[in-house]
């Protein structure tokens, strides 16, 4: 199985700020990662597909980076509607594995 | 407009069965396939399972944690996807989603419904 580590688990961040989250993978994956973020008790929603293409409607200041084994999404400008978890996932083969997830908090 | 609704969750005993569904609408269900995730109160997300669509053969896979106990299965005439959930265990409790396949990514998901598994 595919093993997903993110880091860091937890982030405190101000409106504004940049933000990097990193997700390393066991083994090479090509681009097959995707993120997503999800809000508390609502599901997951995709945010970049294979390591870097911006999913329809989510708004620029995301954007994701990587191949391989080391994968970086990056928020620019983080608004008060991105406090949130942020999962990394792999579909490079299965069992389709996820990352541990990162709670974005407000600073 | 794509939309995925769940439904069939509930309060199970150790053992019992259940079954999920997923009711789709607003795309070509046949042309996609269609995997279940799951989350456990207060955890990660976690992969269940997919259902191919039938040019792929509609073959299913699973996380050794479900499989021989779950079955994935589709009906192309309704737009629907199914989960039966056998020989339930207590830590199957979560919430679990259904989510569109498109290509390698999750594009869409529904709301999800949550199964608890206690006595």
């Known amino acids: 199985d595919i093993q997903m580590t993110q880091s860091p688990s937890s982030l405190s961040a101000s409106v504004g700020d940049r933000v990097t989250i990193t997700c390393r993978t066991s083994q090479i994956i090509n681009n097959y990662l995707n993120w997503y973020h999800q809000k508390p008790g609502k599901a997951p929603k995709l945010l970049i597909y294979a390591a870097s293409s911006l999913q329809s409607g989510v708004p620029s200041r995301f954007s994701g980076s990587g191949s391989g084994t080391d994968f970086t999404l990056t928020i620019s400008s983080l608004q008060p509607e991105d406090f949130a978890t942020y999962y990394c996932q792999q579909s490079y083969s299965t069992p389709l594995t996820f990352g541990g997830g990162t709670k974005v908090e407000i600073k | 407009e794509v939309h995925l609704v769940e439904s069939g969750g509930g309060l199970v005993q150790p053992g019992q069965s259940l079954r999920l569904s997923c009711t789709t609408s607003g795309f070509t269900f046949g042309d996609y396939a269609v995997n279940w995730v799951r989350q456990a109160p207060g955890k990660g997300l976690e992969w269940v399972g997919f259902?191919?669509?039938?040019?792929?053969?509609?073959?299913?896979e699973y996380a050794a944690s479900v499989k021989g106990r779950f079955t994935i299965s589709r009906d192309d005439s309704k737009s629907i996807a199914y989960v039966q959930m056998n020989s339930l265990k207590t830590e199957d409790t979560a919430v679990y989603y259904c989510?569109?396949?498109?290509?390698?990514?999750?594009?869409?998901w529904g709301q999800g419904t949550l199964v608890t598994v206690s006595s």
């Open positions: 989510t569109r396949y498109n290509i390698t990514w999750f594009d869409y």
């Open positions: 259902i191919r669509n039938k040019r792929y053969g509609g073959t299913t």
